[in-house]
């Protein structure tokens, strides 16, 4: 029997593999990306936020760890400094 932690995760995972898809389309529009996201329901951008705020305490592990390469060193640079910088855990925004 599945749990709704598994369920939860599993859709995390299709979410994820559709936007990696999206993204490594040729001429994929971030700046349409970013609209859209900000346009949406406040609460949902919020959601947003907690789920890239994830993404970038896993890639400032990964840097700090070692685990790049070329291909993503940079990304992984800038998402430590940005969570260094913080001072907190971006995954925990306020459900308002």
Partial sequence: MINYREKAAERARVAARALMKAVNEMGFDNEA?????????????????????AVL??????????YEDLRNAHTGMVAAKIVANYGGDLRFVPFI
């Fill in 57 to 66: 305490i896993k890639m400032a592990w990964n840097h700090e760890a070692g």
């Fill in 33 to 53: 990306f970013a609209e859209e996201v900000c346009g949406d329901n406040r609460t949902l951008q919020q959601n947003a936020f907690r789920a890239i705020g």
